[in-house]
Structure formats: C-alpha cells, structure tokens
C-alpha cells in the first residue's frame, strides 16, 4: 500500500482479456438481480409479527389481480380482501 498526500491507495495492475469480459459481467449481473429478487421474496413471505412462515394464496377476478392473500402459520396474522383493494 502506498500513500499520497496522507491518504492510503491500492494500485494494482489487471491484465484481463476484454473479448468476452463484457458477457461475463452482463451474466453477473443477471445472476446478482435474480438473487436480490429471491432474496426480496424470502422477506415478503415472513410475518411482520412473529417472523413465521406465511401461506399465500392468489385469487383471481374482476378482471384484475391476481390478490394475494397472506396467513402466518404460526400466529395466524392475516391479511383480508378488504385491506388488499384499499391499497
């Protein structure tokens, strides 16, 4: 590590092939975006209240939807219809 002006930096030297570099980072990426949307779908199905798996089911209708209504296996925490059309 050397220092310039008081301040610590890193130099380093990369020798890459750039022919297909762009592809790999393109699948990286993708890679990356598909586990942050698990990720985002772990935590959406976990109960607000206790932490506990929730049980979804989809309802479809009125031409719109689907609605999704959430209950936690442990505690029972529910959502209604009602609260779904308010939002």
């Known amino acids: 590590m050397a220092f310039k002006r008081g301040l610590p930096f890193l130099r380093f030297r990369l020798n890459a092939e750039t022919d297909k570099l762009s592809a790999k980072l393109q699948a990286i990426?993708?890679?990356a975006k598909a586990l942050a949307d698990e990720l985002d779908q772990i935590d959406k199905a976990t109960c607000p209240e206790c932490?506990?798996?929730?049980?979804e089911i989809e309802i479809y209708g009125d031409d719109q939807g689907p609605y999704i209504?959430?209950?936690c296996i442990e505690c029972g925490l529910s959502n209604t219809l009602d609260e779904i059309e308010d939002n």
Do not use: F, P, R
């Open 69 to 71: 209504i959430s209950k």
């Open 51 to 55: 932490g506990g798996e929730l049980e």
């Open 29 to 31: 990426a993708k890679h």
